[in-house]
Every structure is written in structure tokens, then in C-alpha cells.
């Protein structure tokens, strides 16, 4: 089954439990922002047409050491993810960019 673009969100809220909120982000309409607010507090977004996250420096600011390293996880994960999409998307056959459809690649 192939579905369309979506974002998939989720809360889970159990008595004595803390709540738990999951954004699922299955488009390619995501639209990402890195931004600094007042020259002191950074902040990265995460969005699309019906959803945004954001991280932001720990108590509004002033950076720590812990912003610094949650700062390099995201960095090394999208490396990651960048690398992981160059990779499969040149495993994929050639699709034809009005129909979709896969080309044939061996007529000349």
C-alpha cells in the first residue's frame, strides 16, 4: 500500500503517566527553520501545512553544554538521513517525472 503525503500526529495521556505526544512526518512538505531569537536563544522548526515542532535552548536560554549536545545529535541524524535518501534514491528505477511510471532504461 502506498498513501499519499501526511503527517501523522498522536497523544497518549494514561493516569500517572506523563503524557506522550508523537509527530510522524511522512511528506515532503516539511519545511525546516533555524532561527535565533533576541541573540541569545536559538531555535530549530520543524513543519508542515498541519503541524510544527520546535527545540529551543534549554529554560529559553542561555545555551548549555547539554543544547550543544542535543545541537550535534540533530546534526550527525540528518547527516545520516541525507546520506540514507542520496543512497536509496539512486537505487530506485527511473520514473518518468508527468506519469510516474517506471522508464526503461536499456532502449536506446
Known amino acids: 500500500m502506498n498513501l499519499g503525503p501526511y503527517t501523522y500526529v498522536t497523544v497518549s495521556l494514561a493516569p500517572d503517566e506523563t503524557p506522550r505526544l508523537d509527530v510522524s512526518f511522512h511528506t515532503s512538505e516539511v519545511r525546516?527553520?533555524?532561527?535565533?531569537?533576541?541573540?541569545?536563544?536559538?531555535?530549530?522548526?520543524?513543519?508542515?501545512?498541519?503541524?510544527?515542532?520546535?527545540?529551543?535552548?534549554t529554560g529559553l536560554g542561555p545555551v548549555t553544554d547539554a543544547d550543544l549536545t542535543l545541537a550535534r545529535e540533530i546534526?550527525?541524524?540528518?547527516?545520516?538521513?541525507?546520506?540514507?535518501?542520496?543512497?536509496?534514491?539512486?537505487?530506485?528505477?527511473?520514473?518518468?517525472?508527468?506519469?510516474?511510471?517506471?522508464?526503461?532504461?536499456t532502449a536506446a
Open 32 to 57: 525546516v527553520h533555524a532561527r535565533v531569537i533576541d541573540e541569545r536563544r536559538p531555535y530549530l522548526t520543524f513543519s508542515t501545512p498541519e503541524t510544527q515542532v520546535s527545540f529551543s535552548a
Open 75 to 105: 546534526y550527525r541524524a540528518a547527516a545520516q538521513y541525507l546520506a540514507d535518501c542520496e543512497r536509496l534514491h539512486a537505487q530506485q528505477p527511473a520514473t518518468d517525472k508527468t506519469t510516474g511510471k517506471a522508464v526503461d532504461q
